[in-house]
């Protein structure tokens, strides 16, 4: 079964040195959703705080980037405007 890598640029670029092993790559889309919707959830206030964008590139065992998801929050109303 092959290897994906999951690498995270929010600012820090971490590579992912080891991967995960999936059957296939829609298992490996499917998880990378759960992961960077995991991200999001833990740091939500810095989402809004820091405009911190998520970026994560998913590669194939041979280091060649299969697909990307890029997550980012934009206010289009100030918080007063919403209460």
Do not use: C
Not at 4 to 27: A, C, M, P, R, T
């Amino acid at each position: 079964m092959p290897k994906y890598y999951f690498d995270l640029n929010d600012k820090i670029l971490n590579i992912d040195s080891h991967g995960i092993i999936f059957e296939n790559q829609v298992k490996a889309r499917n998880e990378a959703v759960k992961f960077a919707g995991a991200l999001i959830a833990e740091h939500a206030e810095d989402v809004w705080i820091q405009r911190r964008e998520l970026i994560m590139v998913v590669k194939g065992e041979d280091n060649i980037p299969l697909f990307q998801l890029t997550f980012f929050a934009t206010d289009l109303q100030s918080i007063e405007s919403l209460q």
